[in-house]
């Protein structure tokens, strides 16, 4: 059984950078990522990456700002979140995928293949 749980939210000034972080029990997924969602909107993939910790890919929204990590010894993910919008304020969710491999050999971003979920951290960015 795969447990995830997140910590490293906060309240942030906009242009601030916060850093979150998720560790994880086990390893029977193909796939990690990060998750947000705002009220009133879906859940979006923000980065996602393979359990390896290769193949990384992020939405259009956050790419050069974000970066995810993922220490296999460990069994962590991470993701270091920087120049911070207020329309980043979310809550983050960590996900993990048991099938979630693409042909092309990145991650599936659709959060219907991710099976496994923390019970997320807040983010909040003022202005």
């Known amino acids: 059984q795969v447990q995830l749980a997140e910590s490293g939210g906060g309240s942030v000034q906009a242009g601030e950078s916060l850093t979150l972080s998720c560790a994880a029990s086990?390893?029977?997924?193909?796939?990690m990522g990060w998750f947000r969602q705002a009220p009133g909107k879906e859940r979006e993939a923000v980065a996602i990456?393979?359990?390896?910790?290769?193949?990384?890919n992020y939405a259009d929204s956050v790419k050069g700002r974000f970066t995810i990590s993922r220490n296999v010894a460990k069994n962590t993910l991470g993701l270091q979140m920087n120049a911070l919008k207020p329309e980043d304020s979310a809550m983050y969710y960590c996900a993990a995928a048991a099938r979630g491999l693409r042909p092309s050999g990145d991650c599936e971003d659709a959060s219907g293949f991710y099976n496994y979920w923390g019970q997320g951290t807040q983010v909040t960015v003022s202005s």
């Open positions: 086990g390893y029977a997924y193909q796939c």
């Open positions: 990456i393979l359990n390896s910790g290769l193949v990384p």
